[in-house]
């Protein structure tokens, strides 16, 4: 694990003001009103140094924020990335698995593995190329889904 790895990343949601499970008109038009409070050429003359050069952090903050949730593929990669920290924030990593341990269930297309609690991790097909991590269904333990490279 590498020591930059640990520098929290950025809530861009929380830059817009928005809650994770907005609609992206809600998050364009909070957007816009941010971006339209905090530009450059809106600052009036006569503000400290300090606060234009805030401004303008904050100006280049939301409009990075928009550039990644405003886009259909880049939002849903940083909503997976969060889901991930979140599930590295919730509990231990209680084992490493391949798929191949995990049992295939073709009726509903997921691979399964039983928790020691007696719960199960469960992902479904189309998520193993995205999801590193999965959690139990009653428990607060993870297990990492190992890929063979």
């Given at each position: 694990?590498?020591?930059?790895?640990?520098?929290?990343?950025?809530?861009?949601?929380?830059?817009?003001?928005?809650?994770p499970?907005?609609?992206?008109?809600?998050?364009k038009?909070?957007?816009?009103?941010?971006?339209?409070?905090?530009?450059?050429?809106?600052?009036?003359?006569?503000?400290?140094?300090?606060?234009?050069?805030?401004?303008?952090?904050?100006?280049?903050?939301?409009?990075?924020?928009?550039?990644?949730?405003?886009?259909?593929?880049?939002?849903?990669?940083?909503?997976?990335?969060?889901?991930?920290?979140?599930?590295?924030?919730?509990?231990?990593?209680?084992?490493?698995?391949?798929?191949?341990?995990?049992?295939?269930?073709?009726?509903?297309?997921?691979?399964?593995?039983?928790?020691?609690?007696?719960?199960?991790?469960?992902?479904?097909?189309?998520?193993?190329e995205?999801?590193?991590?999965?959690?139990?269904?009653?428990?607060?333990?993870?297990?990492?889904?190992?890929?063979?490279?």
């Amino acid at each position: 694990m590498m020591a930059f790895e640990q520098i929290p990343r950025k809530d861009w949601y929380s830059v817009l003001g928005a809650d994770p499970s907005a609609s992206v008109s809600d998050l364009k038009e909070k957007y816009q009103k941010l971006i339209l409070m905090y530009h450059p050429d809106k600052q009036s003359a006569d503000v400290p140094a300090g606060t234009v050069e805030e401004c303008i952090q904050k100006f280049i903050e939301i409009d990075q924020a928009w550039k990644i949730l405003g886009n259909e593929e880049t939002k849903k990669e940083y909503d997976l990335q969060r889901h991930e920290d979140d599930l590295r924030n919730i509990g231990p990593v209680d084992a490493r698995v391949y798929l191949e341990e995990m049992s295939w269930n073709k009726d509903d297309h997921s691979f399964s593995l039983s928790c020691r609690c007696g719960g199960k991790y469960s992902i479904s097909k189309n998520e193993v190329e995205e999801v590193d991590l999965i959690s139990c269904d009653t428990c607060s333990l993870i297990v990492e889904l190992l890929h063979y490279s």
